[in-house]
């Protein structure tokens, strides 16, 4: 078996989405498609790489549907005029997607089918909106049988299909309370702006320029959700978001984004030929199923499997990047998992920075590999929620 | 709440309101009408009872566009813009109104009536119905918001290509573009849409994720955008460099589709003002008008056409076969004659090729072409045969006594009420017609070629062809989807002379120094198909020849043939039949023919001229004012009396730019003294040929113009 090592990694800001008012997100007028475009080049230049030598692209997303289309992961390959020797596939394993990359380019180099393997991740939330307009244009259509036939019922596709209700029953699981979570949303806002601050995101980020609605060409380098002075009164305050006498509300939920996100894979006999000096080597993987009507669960049994494929016990992590779909996912993950709260997500979760669904693994993995390096620190877990009831989970050791 | 208007009818149903636009013919938007509609979906609106309205027409349409007869009228962007934004904010009103709208499209949905569509929440269309934006082929944009509103629904490539072309697509397209939610039976229409409502008041559809203004999804990057607007740019210059709506289309468009769309919108009814106060689309709007009321004479007003069921069509060569596709395209009935059977044989073939096209592009099938040619038409070589028809036309050899003794025959065969039409291009009906104890039923058809695609019919009424006759005949072009228009008897009737009126300046400025290439760009600059002398080399320099002699015999020495003409003629290359003629064509390109190249710098030489440039416009003017000299000249002599029918003549028969209006609405706006002036100046300078005619000099004194409003 190779070893696997993360020779790169790069993204773009996580602008805040909106789709019915596309102005205000920064990005509205570029398409994610042409946003990777404009990161995978840079990664592979900065890490001196002879993008001839890639021998797969894996490209996740959420709704490839109307212009997410890829054309099989081809067409960001054609937009960043790469080489056409790369071969491409597009994965969806939704909220997992990118994830599912590393995963799959993961498996073709450990097996020793690839030597060096580009995982692309892309979402774009204002272009491309979950829900009503996708669904109404037919560009998606889940089975209604699904929903009416009682021989379904027990799939609750109603909570099954709309996030907020599973959270909403995830916490109905747990000891947490609702302040529980406004807290964590507060904590996931300042460390987030104290990351900012302290310049640790610059590492990452690729700065846009992108057009505004006045004309204008902004340069867009932070994360557009963060809001550092985020207090808890300002959650208490605000109303449920999914149901009646529900508890998640907007601020306890992951922000809608745009993003897009790349990683570069390598044998590490390949970095070390390459002289490239890797974030992390990525030591084992994990995805787990659940009950998809409290799919937030997902990340429990994914990040056990991973651990068991190593011998590990959950303390034996230094560093934990959960993805905060809600806030009840990190919360439940912490519970169930027996984690100390302080190793988990110390930039700030998704809460704060956002999850740009099918491109939010290789932040998770990418971060979290800069946060070992930053903290010195060797062993890191990354995981999360994937809709439809499935968690996904990543081990890496920093070298 | 009302529910009874004069042009709207609304019936109340278990909380939903059904509004029925009635404003026949096609649910035009007249003023009156619209002031009906905005209160009818108003009360509705604000009425408790109500949860959901849907939209829908009487009769054939939805709504069919705008009312040509008021928006033409309308002279300044202070009329026009308080119009335009009484419909924005109905439009506005309806989209954001707290409970659906919902259009049930029962037929046309065309221009400001797609425009409402697409300000409904939910779409729901017949089969077969034609949706679109035609407003850019009367010189318009779509001004209710099309500009903004389409590409948010459909995409902007799909959009911008309907908007520019004007084309229709049918219900089953837009279905698939996305333009129509769904689609139902005619009967079913109004139930649909009862089961939309539902789906509203379930949430399955959401309200404010269906209102068009907002619509976000579908519109292209700012980098896909700007290559996008690049290559629209780029078509509309090279396929409508003259007009002036396609550009304003783009314009809308790559300035729209932003995050204001309210400032979106009065940019467009500013570009809408743009277009409308043009000149180009004054005079296509005029077309358009014009056109249904061609062949409308007094004459024959209130006469009942006979409507022929079984129509004969003698000869059946190229123009024949022609006629014999129209014929059966109206589902007629038709007898095939020709003189035996090697040339009905040849007729058949060529009536086939005009099937070609429909045949390739899958429009046609040929099963289905074999039953329609089985089941509506014979052939026969023998004249008595011809004893059951109801109308015939004759397109036989271009020989006076040929035709009359076939007309002869046929008057003791067929029912004296049977109509003779005559395909001839340049015999005169009235002597054709003196052979006939009854001249009366005799009249003129002249089709122009390829006739199964060419929309002019020109009729031409002898001095003794009845009004029945008349009436008949017109009808009859209506019936086969021809533009009919009506002139009287004389040499080349309308449209061949005034198309030598138009095309015939060109010897002189040739014979004067001008540069034959400059003049062939000058005209087609100007908007023409082709230039004169592709033209004269097109229809042959020996027909030209005889058709000037015959002008020159029978109308008088200012047509004496010009001594350029003559000795061009003398030289024996008579255009593209013979491989060369003013131009030679045995090269890729047309090149200018050496041998008349030779023999014009000889006659140049002889008469003291040298080779000059000449301004566009020296060329344009004298070629246009001879144009329009030869109208006059014609209306002078009864030939014809009617500009807006000779302006379509033209058009249609002749290629002339629509945009320009036509020859006489040219004039018009050229200004009768200024031709006048310059027809004055040309006749000092090139003889009696330009002498000004005298119609024209009264009119230039008097102020008047051909159009009267």
């Known amino acids: ?399 | 709440m009302k529910t009874e208007y004069q042009t709207v009818k609304v019936e109340l149903d278990k909380g939903l309101a059904v509004v029925r636009m009635d404003n026949p013919p096609v649910n035009q938007m007249s003023d009156y009408f619209l002031e009906e509609l905005f209160q009818a979906v108003r009360e509705a609106l604000a009425a408790g009872e109500v949860s959901a309205i849907i939209l829908t027409g009487t009769g054939k349409s939805f709504i069919a566009g705008a009312d040509l007869t008021q928006v033409v009228k309308l002279k300044d962007r202070s009329e026009i813009l308080p119009k335009l934004m009484a419909i924005h904010e109905f439009l506005r009103e309806v989209e954001s109104a707290p409970k659906p709208v919902i259009a049930a499209i029962n037929g046309n949905c065309l221009g400001g009536g797609l425009e409402v569509a697409m300000s409904c929440h939910y779409r729901i269309a017949a089969p077969g119905m034609s949706l679109g934006l035609p407003e850019v082929k009367l010189g318009l944009l779509p001004g209710s918001g099309g500009t903004q509103r389409l590409p948010r629904l459909i995409g902007l490539p799909e959009a911008l290509t309907l908007m520019t072309t004007g084309r229709f697509i049918k219900t089953e397209k837009a279905f698939s573009l996305g333009l129509v939610d769904e689609v139902a039976e005619p009967e079913a229409l109004v139930e649909a849409g009862k089961r939309a409502a539902a789906k509203f008041a379930s949430r399955m559809l959401n309200l404010s994720a269906r209102v068009a203004s907002q619509g976000f999804s579908r519109l292209p990057s700012a980098a896909e955008k700007a290559d996008l607007m690049e290559m629209a740019r780029a078509t509309a210059r090279a396929t409508a460099k003259n007009y002036l709506a396609p550009f304003k289309i783009i314009e809308a468009v790559s300035r729209g589709l932003s995050t204001d769309f309210w400032q979106d919108i009065e940019r467009e009814a500013q570009l809408f003002c743009d277009c409308l106060l043009s000149g180009i689309a004054q005079n296509l709007i005029g077309i358009f008008l014009n056109e249904r009321a061609t062949g409308r004479l007094p004459r024959i007003q209130g006469m009942e056409p006979k409507r022929p069921k079984k129509v004969a069509m003698l000869g059946g060569g190229v123009m024949g076969s022609g006629i014999v596709h129209l014929l059966l395209g109206a589902g007629l009935e038709t007898v095939l004659w020709d003189i035996n059977d090697q040339a009905l044989a040849h007729g058949l073939k060529l009536l086939h090729k005009t099937y070609a096209y429909q045949l390739k592009k899958g429009k046609l099938r040929q099963d289905q072409l074999d039953q329609l040619l089985a089941a509506k038409l014979t052939t026969t070589s023998k004249l008595e045969d011809l004893g059951e028809v109801d109308l015939i036309i004759e397109a036989v050899l271009e020989d006076m006594e040929v035709k009359q003794d076939i007309w002869k025959k046929l008057e003791n065969i067929c029912r004296p009420e049977v109509v003779f039409g005559t395909n001839t291009s340049a015999l005169p009906i009235s002597e054709m017609a003196g052979v006939l104890d009854d001249p009366g039923r005799m009249i003129g058809l002249h089709f122009f070629n390829p006739a199964e695609r060419m929309p002019l019919l020109e009729i031409i009424c002898g001095q003794k062809t009845s009004d029945q006759t008349l009436a008949t005949a017109v009808a009859f072009g209506r019936q086969i989807k021809k533009v009919p228009v009506v002139v009287n008897d004389g040499p080349g009737f309308y449209v061949s002379r005034q198309l030598m009126g138009l095309m015939g300046g060109a010897i002189s400025l040739l014979a004067d120094g001008v540069d034959l290439a400059q003049m062939e760009k000058a005209l087609t600059d100007f908007g023409l198909p082709m230039g004169p002398f592709t033209l004269f080399d097109l229809t042959g320099i020996d027909i030209n020849y005889h058709v000037e002699k015959t002008f020159e015999r029978e109308l008088g020495p200012r047509y004496q043939v010009h001594p350029l003409s003559e000795a061009v003629y003398q030289l024996g290359d008579y255009g593209r039949k013979t491989g060369a003629g003013f131009l030679d064509y045995s090269h890729k390109e047309p090149v200018p023919n050496p041998r008349v190249v030779e023999m014009v710098e000889r006659y140049r030489q002889d008469n003291g001229v040298q080779p000059r440039q000449a301004e566009e416009r020296e060329i344009v003017d004298l070629m246009l004012a001879m144009a329009i000299n030869e109208a006059a000249l014609m209306m002078e002599q009864g030939i014809c009396d009617r500009p807006a029918d000779m302006d379509l003549a033209m058009i249609y028969g002749a290629g002339f730019p629509p945009y320009r209006g036509g020859v006489l609405r040219y004039a018009d706006s050229w200004g009768l003294a200024m031709v006048h002036d310059k027809l004055k100046e040309l006749e000092a300078k090139y003889g009696p040929r330009f002498a000004p005619a005298e119609l024209l000099g009264t009119m230039a004194q008097e102020g008047k113009t051909f159009y009267q409003s």
């Open chain 1, 1 to 399: 078996m190779q070893e696997v090592v993360i020779a790169g990694y790069l993204r773009t800001a996580q602008s805040r989405s909106r789709p019915r008012d596309p102005g205000r997100d920064w990005f509205y007028q570029l398409r994610a498609d042409e946003m990777l475009a404009e990161v995978l080049p840079e990664l592979i230049q900065r890490i001196g790489l002879d993008p001839a030598q890639i021998d797969d692209f894996i490209v996740g997303c959420a709704t490839g549907v109307g212009e997410q289309w890829a054309y099989g992961g081809r067409t960001p390959i054609f937009l960043a005029n790469l080489p056409e020797t790369i071969p491409a596939k597009f994965v969806d394993q939704q909220c997992g997607s990118a994830m599912a990359g590393i995963h799959i380019g993961y498996m073709e180099i450990t097996t020793g089918n690839a030597d060096v393997v580009m995982v692309g991740g892309m979402e774009h939330m204002t272009r491309v909106p979950m829900g009503h307009t996708t669904n109404e244009r037919g560009l998606i259509a889940p089975n209604l049988q699904l929903f009416l036939d009682p021989k379904y019922q027990s799939w609750d596709m109603m909570t099954s299909m709309n996030m907020g209700l599973t959270a909403e029953k995830l916490f109905a699981q747990t000891d947490f309370s609702k302040k529980d979570m406004d807290q964590w949303a507060v904590r996931s806002h300042q460390l987030a702006a104290q990351a900012q601050e302290a310049g640790f995101f610059e590492g990452e980020i690729l700065p846009l320029e992108a057009p505004q609605a006045d004309g204008s060409l902004l340069s867009v380098k932070t994360d557009q959700a963060v809001r550092g002075e985020t207090k808890l009164e300002d959650l208490e305050g605000l109303r449920p978001a999914f149901k009646k006498d529900g508890v998640i509300t907007a601020g306890v939920s992951s922000p809608l984004n745009a993003a897009a996100t790349g990683m570069i894979l390598m044998s590490r006999q390949r970095a070390e030929q390459m002289g490239i000096k890797p974030l992390a080597a990525i030591r084992a993987i994990g995805f787990a199923g659940v009950h998809p009507s409290i799919m937030g669960a997902g990340p429990v049994p994914a990040s056990k499997k991973a651990l068991a494929m190593l011998g590990m016990q959950a303390s034996q992590i230094d560093y934990w990047e959960i993805n905060e779909a809600f806030a009840i996912v990190a919360l439940n993950c912490i519970a169930e998992l027996g984690l100390d709260p302080d190793t988990v997500n110390v930039m700030g979760g998704g809460l704060a920075l956002g999850h740009p669904l099918g491109a939010t693994g290789n932040r998770l993995v990418g971060t979290l590999a800069r946060i070992l390096e930053a903290k010195e620190a060797r062993w890191g877990c990354a995981n999360a929620c994937v809709g439809g009831g499935q968690g996904v989970a990543t081990i890496i050791e920093r070298l």
